[in-house]
């Protein structure tokens, strides 16, 4: 997408002998840009740990650059298939609950273990990591092409000119993936093909990556969009200013059940009493093949108690305007900051995926992803165990 009229990815190659990693230092939005380069896989562990780059598609195509860097660094050790088995638990056990970050560098590892002599590392893990960034851009654009119908639908039912409302819930924009982004694809889809839309954006708290994350996309894209506090979504609902709500996802079981951003489950209930439609846009890459139950089978992420504690925001001074944080509870209260939820397959009407939408049950998604769940494999407790 483009930023300041020039096209952006969230994480690219740049140079040669070797390609360097970039990425879009995420934690300065929107109040400033800033690119990093990723120089090991310590860094990357860090980048992905510390929210450097958030969003699952993001985290998942981080994670396969960073495995190039992992190769780069274990083809000068002594055992180098061991050495990389340990960068890629470093990078597995960074964040929980996004399943393409497990994907990503489990795809790597096979693909690497398979070659066996680690002198062509190098070169087939770049092409990999390459291959899952385009990739996933690709899904996206998809999912954009797919859900577009589902706006154009809604439009088409308003008096000329009114806008198509949409409520969405944290990013799941470009900044969450590699580009387009999942639950933004169709909204930036409807608004290039000239469907008047705009966009409810949740702040999400406590993170806010709807009030900072999405809201400047959206208005980097020229987007109308009003951001509202994370409590607003059931009143506007009953009131009818909610005509759809499409989100992204973390982690999809095979049987529909979502983990996204915290706070989502009640947005689906709200959506589901006021019959509100609510999509789920993903890649196929979100999919968790081996979890049946989501509440309890997917893992959530449970987050420094700081991050409910204090807000970060502008301030104007007199050297002009920083970011600062500052703290909002007393300082004797405990918090809590679990991350994510899970929203049952029964609040969810649909998901978009790059193959088109589908009902969020294991029939609907076997039929548009056939033998995806028998091919999957329990990589991430081989990788755990040595060989021996
Ligand atoms: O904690 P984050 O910012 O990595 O959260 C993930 C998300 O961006 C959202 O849950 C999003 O809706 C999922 S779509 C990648």
């Given at each position: 997408m483009l930023v300041n009229g020039k096209p952006y990815r969230t994480v690219w190659l740049e140079g040669t002998n070797p390609p360097r990693v970039r990425i879009i230092d995420q934690r300065y939005l929107p109040f400033r840009f800033v690119v990093e380069t990723l120089e090991d896989v310590a860094s990357t562990a860090i980048a992905i740990k510390e929210m450097h780059v958030r969003g699952a598609g993001c985290i998942g195509a981080t994670a396969g650059f960073g495995m190039y860097l992992a190769a780069l660094e274990a083809?000068?050790?002594?055992d180098p298939l061991q050495a990389l088995r340990g960068f890629a638990e470093q990078l597995k056990t960074?964040?929980?609950?996004?399943v393409n970050l497990a994907w990503a560098v489990d795809r790597q590892f096979q693909v690497l273990e398979k070659a066996g002599s680690p002198d062509g590392w190098v070169a087939i893990a770049l092409e990999t990591a390459r291959n899952i960034a385009d990739e996933d851009a690709h899904s996206c654009q998809e999912i954009g092409r797919h859900g577009l119908p589902l706006i154009q639908e809604v439009a088409s039912r308003k008096c000329a000119g009114a806008p198509v409302n949409i409520l969405t819930h944290c990013n799941a924009g470009w900044l969450a993936f590699v580009d387009y982004g999942s639950a933004t694809s169709p909204i930036y889809a409807a608004h290039d093909a000239g469907i008047p839309v705009h966009v409810w954006v949740d702040?999400?708290?406590?993170?806010?990556q709807g009030a900072r994350l999405t809201a400047w996309e959206l208005a980097s894209h020229g987007v109308s969009h009003t951001v509202i506090s994370d409590n607003a979504g059931g009143h506007l609902m009953q009131h009818g200013q909610v005509d759809l709500v499409i989100t992204g996802t973390d982690r999809t079981t095979y049987t529909g059940d979502v983990a996204n951003k915290i706070g989502t489950y009640l947005k689906a209930l709200a959506a589901m009493d006021n019959g509100v439609p609510f999509y789920v846009a993903l890649p196929s890459s979100t999919f968790d093949w081996e979890i049946a139950d989501g509440i309890h089978g997917i893992p959530i992420e449970e987050r420094p108690a700081k991050e409910v504690t204090h807000v970060s925001g502008l301030v104007s001074g007199a050297c002009g305007e920083d970011e600062t944080t500052l703290q909002i509870l007393p300082s004797g209260s405990a918090a809590s900051n679990p991350a994510f939820d899970v929203t049952p397959a029964r609040l969810v009407t649909g998901l978009i995926t790059e193959r088109g939408i589908c009902t969020a049950t294991e029939e609907g998604i076997a039929r548009l992803f056939p033998g995806f769940r028998e091919c999957s494999s329990h990589s991430a407790l081989q990788l755990a165990t040595p060989k021996t």
């Amino acid at each position: 997408m483009l930023v300041n009229g020039k096209p952006y990815r969230t994480v690219w190659l740049e140079g040669t002998n070797p390609p360097r990693v970039r990425i879009i230092d995420q934690r300065y939005l929107p109040f400033r840009f800033v690119v990093e380069t990723l120089e090991d896989v310590a860094s990357t562990a860090i980048a992905i740990k510390e929210m450097h780059v958030r969003g699952a598609g993001c985290i998942g195509a981080t994670a396969g650059f960073g495995m190039y860097l992992a190769a780069l660094e274990a083809i000068r050790h002594s055992d180098p298939l061991q050495a990389l088995r340990g960068f890629a638990e470093q990078l597995k056990t960074t964040r929980p609950t996004a399943v393409n970050l497990a994907w990503a560098v489990d795809r790597q590892f096979q693909v690497l273990e398979k070659a066996g002599s680690p002198d062509g590392w190098v070169a087939i893990a770049l092409e990999t990591a390459r291959n899952i960034a385009d990739e996933d851009a690709h899904s996206c654009q998809e999912i954009g092409r797919h859900g577009l119908p589902l706006i154009q639908e809604v439009a088409s039912r308003k008096c000329a000119g009114a806008p198509v409302n949409i409520l969405t819930h944290c990013n799941a924009g470009w900044l969450a993936f590699v580009d387009y982004g999942s639950a933004t694809s169709p909204i930036y889809a409807a608004h290039d093909a000239g469907i008047p839309v705009h966009v409810w954006v949740d702040e999400t708290r406590p993170r806010n990556q709807g009030a900072r994350l999405t809201a400047w996309e959206l208005a980097s894209h020229g987007v109308s969009h009003t951001v509202i506090s994370d409590n607003a979504g059931g009143h506007l609902m009953q009131h009818g200013q909610v005509d759809l709500v499409i989100t992204g996802t973390d982690r999809t079981t095979y049987t529909g059940d979502v983990a996204n951003k915290i706070g989502t489950y009640l947005k689906a209930l709200a959506a589901m009493d006021n019959g509100v439609p609510f999509y789920v846009a993903l890649p196929s890459s979100t999919f968790d093949w081996e979890i049946a139950d989501g509440i309890h089978g997917i893992p959530i992420e449970e987050r420094p108690a700081k991050e409910v504690t204090h807000v970060s925001g502008l301030v104007s001074g007199a050297c002009g305007e920083d970011e600062t944080t500052l703290q909002i509870l007393p300082s004797g209260s405990a918090a809590s900051n679990p991350a994510f939820d899970v929203t049952p397959a029964r609040l969810v009407t649909g998901l978009i995926t790059e193959r088109g939408i589908c009902t969020a049950t294991e029939e609907g998604i076997a039929r548009l992803f056939p033998g995806f769940r028998e091919c999957s494999s329990h990589s991430a407790l081989q990788l755990a165990t040595p060989k021996t």
